[in-house]
């Protein structure tokens, strides 16, 4: 491979530069660090089905109260997904009055499209 067909990770603009695509060259390990933060929140299924609740909701946030019913947890492990998550960077949340109000982050939504997503060149080759 010559220095001209190099891509330098990260000099592109859009979602995709930062971090490689699945198909497109090798992750470091810092990258693969942070994205396997995120896999591993999503990797539960209630957070997973948390994450696509608030993700669905029309206006793109929810309070906790209506979170809270759809499961046969408690409310202390639903809050304990969602700080997961949260800390994972997929949601963020604002207190208001004696509730929380989560929404979901799309930017990092986007980062893990983009690091899944395969090229028509990459789905040429193989």
């Given at each position: 491979?010559?220095?001209?067909?190099?891509?330098?990770?990260?000099?592109?603009?859009?979602?995709?530069?930062?971090?490689?695509?699945?198909?497109?060259?090798?992750?470091?390990?810092?990258?693969?660090?942070?994205?396997?933060?995120?896999?591993?929140?999503?990797?539960?299924?209630?957070?997973?089905?948390?994450?696509?609740?608030?993700?669905?909701?029309?206006?793109?946030?929810?309070?906790?109260?209506?979170?809270?019913?759809?499961?046969d947890l408690s409310q202390p492990t639903i809050?304990?997904?969602?700080?997961?998550?949260?800390?994972?960077?997929l949601i963020d949340r604002e207190r208001r009055?004696?509730?929380?109000?989560y929404w979901v982050l799309p930017s990092t939504?986007?980062?893990?499209?983009?690091?899944?997503?395969?090229?028509?060149?990459?789905?040429?080759?193989?």
């Amino acid at each position: 491979m010559s220095k001209q067909d190099l891509v330098v990770i990260g000099q592109d603009a859009g979602p995709a530069g930062c971090c490689p695509g699945l198909v497109t060259a090798p992750l470091e390990d810092a990258q693969a660090a942070g994205l396997a933060k995120i896999f591993k929140a999503l990797g539960d299924p209630v957070r997973l089905r948390l994450l696509s609740m608030i993700a669905s909701r029309s206006g793109g946030e929810v309070c906790v109260c209506d979170l809270t019913p759809a499961f046969d947890l408690s409310q202390p492990t639903i809050s304990h997904h969602l700080k997961l998550l949260r800390q994972a960077g997929l949601i963020d949340r604002e207190r208001r009055g004696t509730w929380v109000y989560y929404w979901v982050l799309p930017s990092t939504l986007d980062r893990l499209s983009a690091f899944l997503a395969t090229t028509q060149t990459a789905e040429a080759t193989a």
